[in-house]
């Protein structure tokens, strides 16, 4: 048999998909770690470990064998210098067809007989970073994979912004013939997490973040308007205030602070596009942080942004890897 396997490889997470001729999904796996532990632990021992036992798993969920994998692709932070094979980023505008001539290849007896192929990244400018241009760079790695696979899905007719939550929010701006413009990362989820649970609000927000079922969007935009008008550091702190002065209940007070933090991302995407009215805002992730960007974008005047659906969102990397490696 003919399969592939796709590897997304991130910081702190590994997934393996296993697809048979006909590009069909046949098992999926994944483990709970990635590139982080090759930073903790200063060699990428366990990430071979944790690779190899991923791709045993969906073979065997399948009942295939390593000899049955004609090819294999990955991308993410496997191509960084914490990963398995470093390759430079590709420098922006980028299309699908450079990505796929940027790949290289290469072979892990440790982990499997057959070549691995690699996805490489994408910086916003070549040369040199200074405080002076800083505010312009940018760079990821899996997110151009995934901007590849959403573009290729919803075919939008104009140039766009994917907005791509995470620990680290990407908004990636593609150009109407499905180009990969730029970049900008903001670290918000990261943010939100330390508030939540590391600071004097972990008490007032009950130490959980909102869900979807109980996600208040008045309060997001509450949460985003005292933002902009007075800074996170003070409009976080009022979270407090609003619950032990003003008898705020913990479950209201979540979306508060969530619309609060989306507010910095929502100016920061003014900067890297002023004139976002111009381009169309795709938001791609899960429930509730898709509903309350766009809250908070509408909020700020920005009302055209569309949710991705689930469906599509779910499969972007993968379709991504299909479309570059043309599997």
Do not use: W
Not at 74 to 92: C, R
Not at 165 to 178: D, E, L, M, T
Not at 244 to 258: D, F
């Amino acid at each position: 048999m003919s399969a592939t396997i796709i590897v997304d490889c991130g910081t702190t997470n590994l997934r393996c998909m296993l697809l048979g001729g006909d590009g069909r999904v046949l098992a999926r796996g994944s483990r709970s770690g990635g590139v982080r532990h090759t930073a903790i632990d200063g060699h990428n021992g366990r990430l071979k470990a944790m690779l190899a036992e991923c791709m045993e798993e969906v073979l065997q969920k399948a009942g295939l064998q390593m000899g049955d994998v004609s090819r294999c692709v990955a991308f993410g932070m496997i191509t960084s210098n914490v990963g398995l094979l470093e390759i430079p980023h590709l420098i922006a505008p980028v299309s699908a067809e450079d990505l796929r001539r940027g790949m290289r290849t290469e072979r892990f007896p440790q982990i499997a007989p057959f070549e691995i192929a690699f996805i490489p990244g994408v910086r916003n400018f070549a040369g040199s970073v200074t405080l002076e241009n800083c505010s312009g760079m940018d760079m990821m790695r899996g997110e151009e994979t995934e901007s590849i696979g959403l573009y290729d899905l919803l075919r939008p007719r104009q140039e766009s912004v994917f907005i791509l939550p995470g620990s680290h929010n990407k908004f990636v701006r593609v150009s109407a013939k499905g180009e990969i413009l730029g970049c900008m990362t903001s670290i918000s989820g990261e943010l939100l997490d330390a508030v939540t649970h590391g600071t004097i609000l972990a008490d007032a927000v009950g130490r959980a973040f909102a869900t979807e079922e109980d996600y208040d969007a008045e309060m997001a935009c509450r949460g985003a308007m005292e933002c902009l008008r007075c800074g996170l550091g003070r409009s976080a702190f009022a979270g407090r205030i609003l619950n032990q002065l003003g008898g705020v209940e913990s479950v209201r007070l979540r979306s508060y602070l969530l619309g609060a933090v989306l507010a910095q991302d929502a100016l920061a995407l003014q900067a890297f596009i002023p004139d976002v009215s111009s381009v169309k805002v795709y938001i791609a992730g899960k429930m509730p942080l898709q509903r309350a960007i766009r809250d908070v974008l509408g909020a700020m005047g920005i009302e055209d942004a569309e949710q991705v659906p689930s469906e599509i969102s779910g499969k972007m990397g993968l379709h991504g890897a299909m479309k570059i490696a043309g599997v």
